[in-house]
């Protein structure tokens, strides 16, 4: 099945600096790379979401490159804020898979003011 | 449009008891799926459903697990006997069938001591 890993595991930047977050995945069918973000106490929030027609994808402060070659996507946030702290998890799925999505490990995130 | 809906919020029992999670989908959407999140973890699907039908139980612990789908609507999870491994966060997710992307509701922690 399908496994995907990401990196690095905690992330601790300044308010206005970027952040970036790595994931690779093993299925080279996986078509569907959603970024996920959760504060605490709540579920996972759909923030950004990329297709495997697609090479990068932007929206606002955040955007997300997929390498198909090299099978791994990034997570990329600019000018961050202290509302960024979160745990971001990265997903991948496949429509003939049903759209299960198998989740990264998570990036815990803390913006310092 | 009204989120995923769960409860309870909050559940600790012992270890041997039992314990139930209800969950109720965005209105209209025909696949359901509960995921189980250990702390520090990502979310590890336990079972999809698409309307009453079950589409994937393959990592569903079924000696103690079980779930159903009434009416395609709402589902409960349920854990017969817990174990203390089962503390964890329950999330339920909902989405159209056409549509790749999730919404997750905010979740059950349970604690099983």
């Known amino acids: 099945g399908e496994n995907v890993e990401q990196h690095p595991s905690t992330l601790s930047v300044q308010e206005g600096d970027s952040a970036v977050i790595k994931c690779t995945y093993s299925d080279s069918a996986s078509n569907y790379f959603p970024w996920y973000k959760q504060e605490l106490g709540k579920g996972p929030q759909l923030i950004i979401d990329i297709r495997s027609n697609v090479g990068e994808k932007k929206d606002q402060r955040i955007a997300v490159t997929l390498n198909k070659t090299a099978k791994h996507f990034s997570l990329h946030i600019t000018e961050t804020q202290p509302e960024d702290s979160a745990v971001y998890f990265c997903a991948a799925s496949k429509r003939a898979a049903g759209n299960k999505l198998t989740f990264g490990g998570g990036t815990r995130v803390l913006v310092k003011p | 449009e009204a989120g995923v809906a769960q409860s309870p919020r909050y559940k600790i029992i012992e270890k041997r008891q039992s314990v139930a999670f209800w969950c109720n989908p965005i209105?209209?959407?025909?696949?359901l799926y509960w995921y189980q999140q250990i702390l520090g973890q990502g979310p590890k699907l336990l079972i999809q459903f698409q309307n009453n039908g079950v589409v994937d139980d393959s990592q569903l612990p079924k000696d103690r697990f079980s779930a159903e789908r009434l009416k395609g609507v709402d589902s409960t999870l349920k854990i017969q006997p817990a174990k203390l491994e089962d503390s964890a966060v329950y999330l339920c997710?909902?989405?159209?069938?056409?549509?790749?992307?999730?919404?997750f509701g905010s979740g059950t922690r349970l604690t099983v001591v």
């Open positions: 997710a909902s989405s159209e069938v056409k549509n790749y992307g999730y919404t």
């Open positions: 209105s209209g959407h025909a696949t």
